[in-house]
């Protein structure tokens, strides 16, 4: 029952992720258990943990377990620069490979949305070169608008490779990039 009730959840969309848990952990068997394991992982994120309920030491083990959280947009410090950008385009490129078909759609929208915060940022550079008053700052933001630059073509990169991937897993064609 639990099987199918986390299938169900992972079908109608608003969740993150589904977590399950069972004795064994992943089915290893073809079988109905292995239908809802392939269902949930090709429309979410799923979890499957291996936990006996009179373990009370592994139950309070998985109750502290949380997923990875992607962050919805890279935050920015004062000197335009993005925090954790390298970090979150190397470790995406790296656990691309590994990743189900809906993890891969999420890190593309969530890279198409740093695109597009970019783009923003670069505009806001752009309108600041050619306005006047900002002509002492005229070094800082040449050097602001190249590191932009670089960061769109780097996202740019990725999303094509997350886009490839996206579409030799579901055989889908992606609109956009």
């Known amino acids: 029952m639990g099987m199918l009730q986390a299938s ?3 079908r109608l969309g608003g969740v993150d992720y ?24 090709d429309v979410t994120t799923h979890y499957m943990a291996a936990c006996d309920e ?3 030491k592994a139950v309070e083990c998985l109750l502290d377990w949380q997923p990875p959280i992607m962050p919805e947009v890279i935050p920015m410090d004062n000197r335009g620069q993005f925090h ?13 490979h590994s990743m189900s078909p809906a993890q891969l759609t999420r890190s593309l929208e969530l890279m198409q949305d740093l695109r597009m915060q970019i783009a923003s940022h670069e505009r806001e550079v752009k309108a600041q070169l050619q306005h006047k008053g900002f ?6 933001l040449q050097e602001q608008q190249l590191y932009l630059q670089e960061q769109e073509t ?21 609109e956009g990039e």
């Open 135 to 140: 002509a002492k700052e005229r070094d800082r």
């Open 54 to 56: 009179s373990d009370q």
């Open 84 to 96: 954790g950008f390298e970090e979150t385009i190397s470790r995406t490129k790296a656990e691309m």
């Open 154 to 174: 780097a996202v740019l990169e990725l999303i094509a490779e997350l886009t490839s991937s996206v579409n030799a897993q579901t055989g889908v064609e992606i």
């Open 8 to 10: 169900e959840m992972a």
């Open 18 to 41: 589904v977590m399950t848990v069972s004795k064994r952990g992943k089915p290893s068997a073809p079988g109905p258990a292995s239908a809802f394991v392939a269902t949930m992982a």
